[in-house]
């Protein structure tokens, strides 16, 4: 029996009205509204189900016959927000290429440092986007916007987007960013206020709900492995030589998870989805022994994210509701040095926070490709009117979702999946995982 | 109205018969054969229609609960045929590691120099696969076990299979060498031998049939566009430069498409599944001045089975049914050197085959992955009595699908496809394709 | 007995006149001009004799205490001319950077696509170089300026210097733009116009007379060694494969050595310092069969202007006095093939240009540091009045030559040095060199 | 005046007595050694005196026409000591082929472990190093023997050698490693056996007495570069952002100093060798201020070992003689954050610690070119009975050096050079150095 029933997504897209003027785009696709995009997601794509799968529809990326604004009087406005990720300037770079010159729209605007960008009393400038000026962002990590954390007031935002008169907006960020995204579609609805906002979800932890793939994420695992690359020399060169990695993944092990397949020296990987103890027959560090007695070196990826019940055991420090990560790595580090000085044998650990150098990094082609589509994709949505939307790709396809879908929750590995068992294949760390 | 109806596949795996050995692998997966893996593939991706779907049940892969072959007496042997893409190696590490860590194989032969390497008149040796041999080999291009191209007698590989007592054996190769792998079926079948045979399908052109992405296509891109970036810096040294790439792409232009995509300095892209010409307003030469005059530089890039017509009708030479490709290059090179020559107009063409160098370098870490994957399922494949089959990827399942399917007929550009205005749209090059 | 006594250059710098102004650099060095640079170079370097050494005195490099031109005055221009090749934009930019920061100075202007750029006739615009226009073009290979090869009237030149009140002018080219750069401060002596014209040397084949070091050098090599690499991936991938490498070195084989040094796959150098035969018992023919038949798979790497001499006696085609280099390659291609299927024995050549590859590629971190220095002590030069001098680095000084030295010569590989044995033993290639 | 007769260093080498057997080297080189190599060393490269030069004479590198061992007698054997750099597999990989190939010696013994490896209750392995074991070591960082840090007993180190029947102890090692080198080589005199000990300076920080560049220095640099870079990224991505990175140099700043030059975005550099403040109108922190006032972003860049003195009477923490440095970056962090919360500033600082990544690398070409020189001229001076000495380039040439003379002292960068000021140029931060 399968679960299809149990679940029911919305993924019905707003239109701000009807689409009226001639597409001015020279290479029309097929893209039919009342034929939708029919795929079969798994329960390891949602983390929602195990085993099962669910068929859903949702409408196709692409360009309409018709547009909803008219390009010569049209303004847009990018803003990009949270940490960065490898691919922003290139989704940055393909709005305003595709709005340039596949619509011939004359303005996009960048905003300043993210959501703050809108707020009068930080008194950033804006900077006009020409294809010129954006030709070559993309051989350059980071944002060529700034960004900032944090949401401002929606009001606030409208009142400058009004102010501006921008009729697109592009929201390149997290969920916290999509959140604050559909606040301001909120906002502008209640003012009657035909602007369409359009987020493209960044994540360097590829943990947005629905978003199976995040942009930069495959750049990310790409120099992630060059890190694991050095743990493993540095491991290698020393008697009983151990290299711990610590990933990013605050709540999600995607990264350590892929990296660790792509880069086949990781002996233990440890991630926020699944448990592990330090102590006992099945503990980290008796694995650990077992491991240096016999091979004599030990690569261990860490997520940021993994072990924090440890913490909150062992340490006494993290009692609140702080959503500030313990440190495991520390934890790791004084745990292993204890154990092994107790017991009068050697251990070397090489620790490596390669976290800024994976996230600042240019894009590679297979990310460069994606950004493209991303920012093609944005500005189709958007002059034919939708809005409170975002870009993905799912399977294959290119698709649209309500940016209610992407906001709600975050996803996770799951560690109940192929996927999974290949990881725990190619460590082969079957001992200490699911104590019970 | 859809076309489903028209479309018919048969994904039926044949197994050499009753799994009853209890697999050594310890991490059980879900895989329950009687609920198949159902995916809907579109038009695009199949080559076979232009807009849309069918949905289609394959066999998923992955360990099943019990095993065919007994690992304390299996013997596998390994062969790779025809040229070298990224990842072979890869894939070889896989099956060794996977064979030995997590079933227990002792023994893994590596037949040398492709199919020839099964002829006894050859006079190979043969190379011994133990995880130390191996454990190394995914930092370098190639294959450790050489290859060669053409097909080699069945009889004689089922005599040499036979003489070696191996139980499993592993093709990695293109269409051809599926075909091949066919025949080494259908000989075993007709001698009633049980042995397995998996095929992992290997192509740079990533043209083989059903197999939407293969292994080492996106590193070949990410290394094209490197040769992309340097023709651009090229022809923008000079006044009126020309960059002339070469990219692989005997019938299909996946690699010079996607790569356009990937570094957006391309202004030409000339692939075999669509035609142009190269005189008149509509053609490449007055489109290339048109382009100098405006721009001052130029990017073309081509794939080597583009324009094949264009050497029939202007060059006479290829009037045989000879498969060798004309040189379109040489071809451009020529004409676009004349045509300025012949306006007193100044041309500096810059032309650069990086062919080798795409080819021979390592896997990124994206290709790694799924040559991880691809190693691991043939051996959960093979050691639970599957034959005349092939692992690949389809949307984001690993799949089994039947040898026939695959080698029947080779995959296009469907150059309806959104995919494709997306190419067109980056690089803007509307005026001279489709001349009619 | 030494050869100390034969050898006699003048390095005598030429002033504009007394440096009268005080300088604004604020780093004080210690450059006292009446205390010159001795330094003891060898035959090795200067290519005029065998074993012995020379010792010499050089101006410095550097600031000094005062200067000649009044920098909020002063218009500096900079050409780029011939060949691009790794560092040039480095160079472009240190000037920049220096002029503007250290000195002050308002104005750099950029002369478009070589010495053509000071035609009227071809009607190229200026670039203003400011701080922000050049401040990242140290990431892409290649000229921002565009370059252009061959000589122009320098009464053209100098004519267009004083319509533009151009005070110090920049020369970055090869032996012949020096040679143009000399015949620009001639025409300025006879015009008694205070020009400064300081050059900086740009060679890939590294053969300027007295540039020990060229930049962009390193980095050639090190993606030479990508293509050697390469090669000896797809000569090890089949039967009896031979990789050939073209690299560059039309009278010079430094590229050629130093990655033959840097990437010790190689089996067969070729260069033109040295000769060699085909055919014979000495020959590469029959020395490369016996290579394959020990091992299987050889790398040749051959610099473009190896073995010329081949094509004058055994192709007939170069009978003339034209430069135009023989395709050394393709006579080897042609002739290993006829040899092996002459003895009914297989052969795989495969053959790679990386030329253009390797030259448009962005200067790796030794070249980037040594091309600052190139452009602040260019501008150090110039600011204090000297002209009709390039600057280079000998032994580990920067120091200042006449254009006449560099200008009436080139250098070539010493192949009875302590480095060529080096790369000797590094290819183990005794038997078919040095025939008689 | 000039500082010549100030200084004298004795560069003679000792021998174990004549050389009579004729090589087996078939490049006879000219090393005639009656007549040295002279080279005018530079203060600079000295760190021994300001700005004056002093002439003095090296024993030549190279192959001798005769040798001291007879090859096929010969034994030899290598240690790896102290931390990895990049090029130690280089430098094996080339002494084994060296002997090998051009001296036919058969053994070549690797002791694992560095020092500890001839100890025989650590009870380590040795490993047969041939050629087929180290042909493909150079494409990976670190070393394949192991390394340990610390001094072992020379008694028992020389008692193993001759159990072991070595003739020939190449060391690969740090100054440290190069007194213990020195403690075995007064060993061996004492007891009156013929071994000859050779050492090939390794150090990452480039410190070394006389060796002017070290191996694995340019890839260091090269690498740390990408740091930079990141840290530039990160510090342009946010609003007042201040990318920190800590390079090694734990007594000299060369590293850092050379990364600087190679990526111009560094604002300020810290290096042991000049002191500064955080405090006052001339502090490091009031420039930050004035620099993130003006552009917003800055870059930092911090040797290990800079700033020790601020520790002391800031954090009292080091009071002891303990040589542990002091964290200098955590207290910039601290007093950055602190400095801009108390003037209610926002400040966004991100520290990078790239050292286990940048020393674990593979070497880039240069340092390949050069690793290859440093092995065949170690086994070149072994085998013509040399003992007591190192192998280092000084200029362009490679030259014997006695131990004692490099294991006395460290260097340190001359922040009164030429280098130091065009380093500082590059930074323009001129206000706050030193501050008497």
Redesign the interface.
């Known amino acids: 029996m399968t679960n299809e029933s149990k679940l029911s997504f919305d993924t019905t897209i707003t239109n701000l009205g009807p689409a009226k003027i001639q597409t001015p785009?020279?290479?029309?696709?097929?893209?039919d509204e009342s034929r939708p995009q029919?795929?079969?997601m798994?329960g390891e794509?949602l983390s929602e189900l195990?085993?099962d799968?669910i068929t859903m529809n949702f409408e196709k990326?692409?360009?309409r016959a018709k547009i909803y604004f008219d390009p010569s009087k049209t303004k847009c406005a990018i803003v990009t927000c949270g940490g960065?990720c490898p691919g922003i300037n290139d989704v940055i770079?393909a709005i305003v290429?595709?709005a340039h010159?596949?619509y011939g729209i004359r303005t996009v605007l960048g905003i300043k440092?993210g959501l703050?960008g809108f707020i009068p009393e930080?008194g950033?400038d804006l900077v006009e986007l020409t294809p010129e000026r954006v030709t070559?962002i993309?051989?350059?990590?980071?944002?060529?916007l700034?960004?900032?954390r944090g949401a401002q007031d929606s009001e606030e935002i409208v009142d400058s987007l009004e102010r501006l008169n921008i009729n697109i907006l592009f929201v390149i960020g997290g969920d916290g960013s999509m959140r604050a995204a559909k606040d301001i579609v909120d906002e502008t609805v209640k003012r009657n206020r035909k602007i369409s906002v359009i987020g493209i979800p960044k994540t360097i932890d590829n943990d947005i709900n629905f978003i199976?793939r995040s942009f930069g994420f495959?750049t990310a695992?790409?120099k992630?492995?060059?890190?694991i690359?050095?743990?493993h020399?540095?491991a290698?060169?020393?008697?009983r030589g151990v290299g711990l990695v610590k990933l990013m993944g605050r709540e999600a092990g995607f990264i350590a998870a892929?990296?660790t397949?792509?880069?086949?020296e990781v002996n233990f990987l440890l991630v926020p989805e699944d448990q592990f103890t330090l102590d006992g027959d099945n503990g980290l560090l008796m694995a650990l022994e077992r491991r240096l007695d016999h091979r004599n070196h030990a690569v261990i990826v860490c997520a940021e994210g993994a072990g924090q019940y440890l913490m909150a055991s062992e340490t006494k420090r993290d009692a609140s509701g702080n959503p500030k990560l313990g440190d495991i790595c520390g934890l790791l580090v004084s745990n292993i040095k204890e154990y092994f000085d107790g017991k009068d044998q050697e251990s070397n650990i090489?620790?490596?926070?390669?976290s800024?150098?994976i996230r600042?990094?240019p894009a590679?082609?297979?990310d460069?490709?994606y950004c493209?589509?991303l920012g093609?994709h944005a500005v189709h949505a958007a002059m034919n009117g939708k809005t409170g939307m975002v870009i993905t790709q799912l399977?294959?396809?290119?698709v649209h979702l309500p940016l209610d879908l992407v906001a709600i929750k975050r996803r996770n590995l799951n560690i109940?999946s192929?996927y999974?068992?290949?990881v725990?294949?190619?460590t082969?760390q079957?001992v200490y995982y699911n104590p019970e």
């Open positions: 785009v020279r290479y029309p696709r097929y893209v029919t795929l079969i798994t794509e195990d085993s799968t990326a692409g360009p960065i770079r290429m595709e010159y596949n440092n703050r930080y950033y070559n993309h051989h350059f990590g980071g944002t060529i700034g960004s900032s199976t495959d695992v790409e992630a492995t060059e890190a690359q050095c743990a020399v540095e290698s060169g020393i008697d892929q990296a397949l792509a880069m086949q090489k620790f490596i926070d390669p800024y150098i600042s990094v590679n082609a297979g460069r490709v493209g589509f093609q399977k294959s396809s290119m109940h192929d999974w068992c290949s725990m294949e190619s082969g079957q």
